[in-house]
């Protein structure tokens, strides 16, 4: 099992560039969260992508959007980049009926790391 | 006031030691409560998971929410320098709006030296 892949691992971005991340959820999952980690810092959750939509937001700019395909797949783009952009993008995926029955279990990657100069 | 309160560390214990980590949350609407481990350029792991008050144990691993206090602990016994990463506490609201996304602490990050 592959669990949940991340790609670039590492970019670097200077500031008002636009940056697109993308993630493949752990096999049999349907359902793909973003998650921003800045150093030293818990992550703090962009949004969530089920059935290909939007179904919610954590308190982050429209600046942050994102897609998911129907092969589940999912990307992450930032426009008008920042220095404060610059973090860990984690991407977790889970089981929509998991999320429903029991505790949030999500599937995190290894997160692709951004710095924005 | 954030959300949720984690002390940072680091923390520092001799392999052996029992270790005790813990947040606190101001959200009573939180029902459910976890603890993921974070290794270097890793992402976070899901160590355990409660649901409303009480306790949990898993080998070495024992959690514990008490809701009235709005404080949730891990404890690990027998502490391995295996055991040395951030653990990160999270948790979430039960229903509603905002009911599938976690709100995690700062971490703490943990040495054990053998």
């Known amino acids: 099992d592959a669990g949940v892949t991340q790609s670039p691992t590492h970019l670097i971005k200077t500031r008002g560039q636009q940056v697109t991340l993308r993630c493949s959820p752990k096999?049999?999952?349907?359902?793909v969260s973003w998650y921003q980690q800045a150093l030293g810092q818990g992550p703090q959750f962009i949004f969530q992508?089920?059935?290909?939509?939007?179904?919610q937001r954590g308190n982050f700019p429209d600046r942050f959007s994102g897609h998911q395909f129907p092969n589940y797949s999912s990307e992450l783009n930032v426009n008008a980049l920042l220095l404060g952009d610059s973090a860990l993008y984690l991407c977790?995926?889970?089981?929509?009926?998991?999320?429903?029955?029991?505790?949030?279990?999500?599937?995190f990657g290894a997160g692709s790391r951004l710095t924005v100069l | 006031q954030k959300e949720v309160e984690q002390d940072p560390g680091p923390l520092s214990v001799p392999e052996g030691a029992i270790v005790s980590l813990n947040c606190t949350y101001s959200?009573?609407?939180?029902?459910?409560f976890m603890w993921y481990r974070q290794y270097s350029r890793k992402g976070p792991e899901l160590l355990m998971y409660t649901y409303s008050s009480g306790n949990k144990e898993d080998g070495r691993f024992t959690a514990q929410v008490d809701k009235s206090s709005k404080y949730i602990s891990l404890f690990i016994r027998d502490s391995q320098p295996s055991d040395s990463a951030t653990y990160l506490c999270a948790m979430r609201r039960g229903s509603g709006a905002g009911s599938y996304q976690l709100t995690f602490g700062k971490g703490t990050k943990l040495s054990v030296i053998p």
């Open positions: 959200n009573s609407a939180f029902q459910y």
């Open positions: 992508y089920y059935e290909e939509e939007e179904r």
């Open positions: 977790a995926s889970s089981q929509r009926q998991s999320l429903l029955r029991v505790a949030n279990v999500l599937t």
């Open positions: 096999s049999g999952h349907d359902t």
